[in-house]
């Protein structure tokens, strides 16, 4: 099961491991404070973070399925597997995503930089 | 809302010569920093707000026979003329300007020439001025439209991104990192923010900032948005979307090179490699916030190696660039104008003709394309095809009735007006109409409606040349004091020769001469100011037949044949012949035929002098 949490969503996911188990108005109020979140924002990746299945919102209490260590160490386990064995077309889609750059392009590019002179 | 659609089409079309000139500009002269292409760009803005336009020789502005602002205004009644900003506008920049009797213009031959070469081609740009004029009220409304689409769609947009980035968190000073961008951007113009990807390196994110900040201190958000509104305006105008597009490339090229001006070589090298694996999309920038799309990470990078530093030479020389630009894109040519001579003095005596005794001529080839009864006398003038002024909801009361006056059109000499009277009483009651210094009384050409409203069409002579006039409606109910004046000017299209002549034409029978100081020439008069009032009682004159003849050859016969009007006032003598739509500056000569043959020409077409 691959999950994927961005650097923001990441920083969120720390803060509820570190104080949980915690209510979502006490995460909106620390969210305001660190982030200057808006409530509704903050009940959005709440939401969220529950649907790919790392917290659980219980009637206002935010509570973790799976632990911090237990979370890093899937994703570990998850980019070996992509990078070897798993489908490389697209381990080189998501590695390539933000590119737009052809290879040929890349080189020529490179040439460039490297013509430089003082 | 008509008038200001009107002048942006003016403007647009005078950008449509500047940004051409800019492109161009760009393209040749590549290796020049770009916060020069920059200012060329801040020119074109100017262009685009900025209505007023001086006149230059050097103006490259070719076409710029601007869509006549006064017509679209509908008149105005009693007593209250047009803003002097608006008369300046309208007089001053219809397509060739007539000659005042206080005119400024040069007096020289050439300018007299090119005025009637000008007329042709602006009779062709007066086609497409046409049709502006007749579809202004569904154009300016497509316009709008397209207007409030542009703004709605930078609205949708800025708020798709505010509400993107709601889950950024904030990095340093007014810098934030979100996860669900792509690439980094400036959002906001009055307190911008800085949006980065989360997915970029330590490198890259120092790298990124120093080139936001340096959007940030050139204020480029602002500018971009100044150029979305002015695209938002002339969203109509190809041009305009390929000067944004450039527009945004060059601000982002121009940010690289402040980014990069204070730093080494090796520097420099780390830069363009963090712009090359950094593989930021590349996106073209169309939309009010500032999403800088990048330029093209091969030009950029290209940029950052062949930076050079500017020197104060080429600073000097982009300013100077700038300015060539402006004077001949911001200008617009110096319109000829009708030759005038103010000076009477010896010098110009153009024409001076004397009986020719004995001589009769011959041929007299009388080319009347129209029917005889078509040839406008002084009773029954048909109205110009020329445009014409339409009234709309104009009306005057009178006791009896009310007047609504419905079209009038004026070319100097000769005012047509056409007005509806409905009456009230049983008795119906005249209108008059006349206006001040008009030559002879009015005649009017009456018809009924069904419905009981009384069509009148009036024609109005005048003696000599008036740029303006003002017709007066007075009731024949001598009971009814009421007046009003309906101000108006040339109607557009309208050209008229008016000119101080010193020409003198002897008569056989006494020693006096005719001298005859002025003329006036419009398209269906012609005026003649004789200095003397003696020959009011003489009738010689008005057996004369006269004749103009015309540049290519031909000849018209004047007043179809028959007597000119004669007026005086306190000093002169007027006489007042009319033709059938010659185009004034086609009359070369007038010959003047007494009843036994004799004949004398007078010259105008200035052709005689040196």
Redesign the interface.
């Known amino acids: 099961m691959e999950i994927q949490l961005?650097?923001?969503?990441s920083?969120f996911a720390d803060m509820i491991w570190a104080n949980e188990p915690v209510s979502s108005t006490e995460l909106v109020k620390m969210t305001a404070k660190?982030?200057?979140?808006?409530r509704t924002?903050t009940h959005?990746?709440i939401r969220r973070l529950c649907d790919k299945g790392i917290f659980v919102n219980n009637k206002g209490t935010v509570t973790s399925l799976i632990s911090r260590d237990e979370f890093y160490s899937m994703q570990s386990k998850q980019f070996v597997e992509d990078s070897f064995s798993g489908s490389l077309p697209a381990f080189i889609a998501a590695f390539?995503k933000?590119?737009?750059?052809s290879e040929k392009?890349?080189k020529?590019?490179?040439a460039?930089?490297d013509?430089?002179?003082? | 809302m008509e008038p200001i659609f009107l002048r942006m089409i003016h403007l647009s079309i005078s950008a449509s010569f500047l940004i051409p000139a800019v492109m161009l500009i760009r393209l040749i002269l590549k290796k020049l920093p770009k916060w020069i292409p920059c200012l060329l760009w801040g020119i074109v803005a100017i262009r685009l707000i900025c209505p007023l336009s001086l006149e230059s020789r050097f103006s490259l502005v070719l076409w710029s026979n601007p869509i006549p602002v006064g017509e679209a205004h509908e008149l105005e009644e009693k007593g209250e003329h047009r803003t002097s900003a608006e008369e300046s506008y309208s007089s001053a920049e219809s397509g060739l300007e007539i000659v005042n009797n206080q005119g400024t213009g040069e007096n020289n031959l050439e300018d007299y020439l090119s005025g009637i070469s000008y007329r042709e081609e602006s009779a062709r740009q007066n086609a497409v001025t046409h049709f502006f004029l007749k579809n202004t009220h569904i154009l300016s409304i497509i316009w709008i439209v397209g207007v409030t689409i542009m703004l709605l769609y930078a609205l949708w947009t800025y708020r798709a991104l505010r509400k993107r980035v709601?889950?950024?968190?904030?990095y340093k000073d007014n810098i934030w990192?979100?996860?669900?961008i792509?690439s980094p951007f400036i959002l906001g113009v009055v307190c911008p923010r800085i949006y980065l990807?989360?997915?970029l390196n330590a490198l890259e994110v120092c790298h990124v900032i120093s080139h936001e900040l340096v959007h940030l201190r050139r204020k480029d958000p602002l500018w971009k948005m100044l150029g979305f509104i002015l695209l938002s305006v002339y969203w109509f105008h190809p041009l305009v979307w390929g000067a944004y597009i450039l527009f945004g490339k060059d601000i982002e090229l121009a940010c690289d090179e402040t980014v990069i001006s204070d730093m080494?070589?090796q520097e420099?090298?780390a830069y363009?490699?963090v712009l090359?694996s950094?593989?930021?999309?590349?996106r073209v920038v169309l939309t009010y916030p500032l999403h800088f799309g990048e330029v093209g990470?091969?030009a950029r990078?290209?940029a950052?190696?062949e930076y050079r530093r500017t020197t104060i030479g080429v600073k000097v020389a982009a300013i100077i660039l700038c300015i060539v630009v402006a004077v001949c894109f911001l200008t617009i040519p110096v319109k000829p104008v009708i030759a005038q001579d103010n000076s009477v003095t010896s010098e110009k005596n153009i024409a001076s003709g004397e009986f020719i005794e004995g001589e009769k001529r011959n041929e007299l080839v009388c080319l009347s394309e129209t029917a005889a009864e078509d040839l406008p006398g002084v009773k029954g003038e048909k109205k110009d095809k020329s445009p014409v002024y339409e009234t709309e909801n104009i009306v005057y009361e009178f006791d009896g009735c009310t007047v609504e006056p419905r079209w009038c059109a004026y070319d100097g000499l000769t005012l047509f007006v056409g007005y509806d009277v409905t009456n009230r009483k049983d008795d119906t009651v005249e209108i008059l109409v006349s206006a001040e210094n008009s030559a002879a009384d009015t005649t009017y050409e009456k018809m009924q409606s069904p419905d009981g409203i009384v069509i009148m069409n009036a024609v109005i002579p005048f003696a000599c040349y008036r740029p303006t006039a003002e017709i007066i409606f007075s009731s024949s109910d001598h009971n009814d004091s009421k007046k009003y004046c309906l101000p108006i000017e040339i109607t557009e299209g309208n050209q008229a020769v008016s000119k101080d002549v010193d020409c003198h034409i002897k008569l056989p029978s006494s020693s006096e001469d005719i001298h005859i100081t002025h003329i006036d020439i419009t398209k269906n008069a012609i005026c003649l100011k004789l200095d003397t009032t003696s020959l009011w009682e003489d009738t010689t004159i008005y057996g004369w037949k006269n004749i103009a003849k015309l540049k290519n050859g031909t000849s018209r016969v004047l007043s179809n044949g028959q007597e000119p009007l004669v007026f005086r006032d306190d000093t002169n003598l007027y006489l007042r012949y009319t033709h059938s739509s010659i185009e004034p500056g086609q009359i070369s000569e007038i010959i003047f035929t007494t009843e036994d043959g004799r004949e004398a020409s007078m010259d105008i077409s200035s052709s005689s002098r040196g």
Do not use: Q, Y
């Open positions: 961005g650097v923001v969503e920083k660190e982030f200057s979140w808006a924002t959005n990746v390539t933000n590119s737009c750059l392009e890349r020529e590019i490179r460039i930089i013509e430089m002179e003082g | 709601a889950e950024a968190i904030p990192v979100c996860d669900s792509d990807p989360s997915s080494d070589l420099r090298k363009a490699n090359l950094s593989g930021i999309h590349r990470i091969k990078v290209r950052v190696k």
